[in-house]
């Protein structure tokens, strides 16, 4: 148990890790170009042959490259392993503005504890009739009239509220779907292999009757939120969130490396479980799901002008569905299709596997294998 614990922890932090390691890039990127920038404007007003004597620009350049890397490293660890995900249950533009103003004030508050180090340090050297809370006021005010410290702090600040609008815009995507749509990546139609698992909640209709369509909204917008992770963890994109439903599709390579598109489901149960405590004192109940996978060809494209976005078409959702659909018939909670357990790696260890019989499909010749899988009771040592 605590293997697999660490091993959903390391999916985690590697997810996040990755995520640092890119705005770290960016953000050192942007600062060379100010760099260059300003370098480029300083040319034009000093002499070329004087411009050493006031500039060293290898100093300066790593200065700026320091500045972005070490911002970078710290401020994108902030963003995305403390307030991205404090931010998930606020409203779009107050992760944006408060990200923003949270760097404002730690910026201020570490040039003030630098101009209090450095005016302690010229007074423990320089004999001079000025005590050091003079001094302190002095350099604070020339550090506060100084252009070129509201300028630097007004760029990381809007640095820090892109790069959070940048990671809000991916969740509202999904997970590596914002970069698919700035490379074109989908442009034209393309055919891919694909997994997709249709997850539904258990009598949602009698649920929604008996709490209210008002709470029972409140119930999915908690059953999604908390099943982000999972999905996320298990290298899964939410496609699409249809009523009660939730659509999630890997790639083939992606969903069947160390079997992820199954123990996602069961992280997805083991979350769910571990919050029933919240969901019983809220709503009076644990909402129970069911699921269906299976793999197969699909055409993927972006479609649409107004609200444009990356759309999947094929047999293989059309079967899905069914294979969901047959899991009351079954008494199951999750059924996969015999082709797609044909190309996972080993789970005798770990599952229990037992084939349900077929699926004849309307309309076509073929017929889909049903299997059912659970998870093994790990045995407690006497």
């Known amino acids: 148990m605590i293997d697999k614990k660490n091993k959903r922890e390391r999916k985690k932090f590697s997810n996040n890790l990755t995520k640092v390691i890119v705005i770290t890039l960016s953000w050192v990127f942007i600062w060379t170009l100010l ?31 320091s500045g972005g890397l070490i911002g970078g490293i710290l401020g994108g660890s902030l963003l995305v392993f403390k307030l991205s995900q404090d931010y998930r249950e606020k409203s779009f533009i107050y992760g944006i503005l408060n990200a923003a103003l949270l760097f404002v004030l730690v910026y201020v508050g570490i040039s003030l504890v630098i101009t209090m180090l450095f005016s302690l340090s010229i007074a423990a050297t320089e004999d001079e009739n000025i005590g050091f809370g003079s001094r302190i006021i002095t350099n604070t005010s020339e550090m506060l009239l100084n252009p070129a410290f509201w300028v630097s702090m007004s760029i990381w600040a809007l640095m820090v509220s892109g790069t959070q609008f940048m990671l809000q815009v991916n969740d509202k995507f999904g997970n590596g779907v914002l970069w698919r749509f700035l490379t074109g990546e989908y442009f ?43 999905i996320i963890n298990y290298s899964g994109e939410i496609y699409q969130y249809v009523g009660d439903e939730v659509i999630i599709t890997w790639t083939e390579r992606n969903g069947t490396f160390e079997n992820n598109c199954i123990q996602c489901f069961f992280e997805i149960q083991k979350t769910i479980e571990n919050k029933k405590d919240h969901y019983l004192s809220a709503y009076g109940f644990i909402p129970g799901f069911k699921a ?72 076509k010749e073929n017929v889909v294998g049903l299997i059912s899988i659970k998870e093994k009771e790990e045995k407690s040592n006497p």
Do not use: W
């Open 35 to 65: 760099f260059l920038y300003d370098y480029s404007l300083m040319r034009t007003l000093i002499p070329e042959n004087q411009i050493d004597e006031v500039y060293n620009f290898g100093y300066n350049l790593i200065g700026n490259v």
């Open 188 to 230: 034209h139609p393309r055919e891919e292999n694909r997994i997709f698992m249709f997850l539904d909640i258990k009598s949602s209709t009698s649920i929604a009757e008996k709490i209210g369509h008002m709470k029972y909204f409140q119930l999915l917008s908690q059953f999604y939120k908390d099943i982000t992770d999972p």
């Open 292 to 363: 269906g996978i299976h793999v197969g060809e699909s055409t993927v494209g972006e479609i649409g002008i107004m609200k444009k976005d990356i759309v999947y078409s094929g047999d293989v959702l059309n079967t899905t569905a069914r294979i969901q659909g047959e899991c009351n018939k079954y008494g199951v909670d999750i059924l996969i299709s015999a082709e797609l357990l044909s190309k996972l790696g080993s789970m005798d260890s770990n599952y229990e596997i037992e084939a349900k019989g077929v699926y004849s499909l309307k309309g």
